[in-house]
């Protein structure tokens, strides 16, 4: 008999917050219903969810049901419960470490690239990748740089975490608004053809819903 809840990931019917969740539940190959919500039905649902706000995570099993709020909260449980948080106490820090730089960034983009519309204010957009995204694509590469002098392929060890699922969605997020953007960084783009060609990913990625920023 399975023990597995029956999951239902909430979001908007975009990619947003939720990608790297959708990554990492894909590479897990668990089963999970992607419930994109039309955005009339916001008001509604707003008042039911914990903190307000979407993604949320329901875990339901016959004994009850969890609730999960916060899109890193939901990630890193992900993790836990399917092994993708590091081999070892070295490579959850790591992991984790990975994980805060890539929030600081993607807080960051996710100002210029959603609100107050989607890429609406092209002098945000070009000052972002002028002023903010630099900075952390160096950030990234050394720490992906030490992984490699480790022999890992990912950013804390051998095997994919939830920073990596995290680190790929941000970058390839910035990807599709300048695609030059990781030029002349082979590092960052091994490590995100390494994440393409994992085959539960690639089997994800060609079915997937169309980037965020087709719509803008
Ligand atoms: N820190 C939260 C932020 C969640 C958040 O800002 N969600 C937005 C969508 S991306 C939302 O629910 N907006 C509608 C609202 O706040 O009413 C997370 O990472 O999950």
Redo the contacts with the bound molecule.
């Keep these: 008999m399975s023990h597995d809840p029956e999951r239902e990931l909430v979001?908007?019917d975009?990619r947003?917050?939720?990608e790297s969740i959708r990554l990492l539940l894909a590479y897990a190959q668990a089963p999970y219903i992607d419930r994109g919500i039309p955005r009339a039905d916001?008001?509604s649902l707003?008042k039911t969810?914990p903190?307000?706000?979407?993604?949320?995570l329901v875990e339901r099993t016959p004994a009850g049901e969890r609730v999960i709020?916060?899109?890193?909260?939901?990630l890193r449980h992900l993790a836990r419960v399917f092994g993708l948080d590091g081999a070892n106490e070295d490579e959850r820090v790591r992991a984790d470490i990975v994980a805060e730089t890539v929030?600081e960034l993607r807080t960051a983009w996710?100002r210029v690239a959603?609100n107050p519309g989607w890429l609406k204010d092209q002098a945000a957009t070009d000052a972002h990748f002028r002023d903010v995204f630099p900075r952390f694509r160096a950030t990234l590469e050394g720490l992906l740089e030490q992984s490699e002098e480790r022999g890992a392929l990912y950013f804390a060890g051998s095997a994919p975490t939830h920073a990596d699922f995290f680190a790929f969605d941000t970058l390839e997020s910035h990807r599709e608004v300048v695609p030059s953007c990781l030029d002349g960084h082979g590092s960052l783009q091994r490590f995100l053809d390494d994440i393409r060609a994992l085959p539960p990913i690639a089997d994800y990625l060609a079915r997937r819903r169309p980037s965020d920023f087709q719509r803008a």
């Design positions: 979001y908007f975009i947003g917050r939720a916001w008001p707003k969810v903190l307000g706000q979407v993604p949320v709020p916060q899109s890193q909260a939901i929030l996710n959603y």
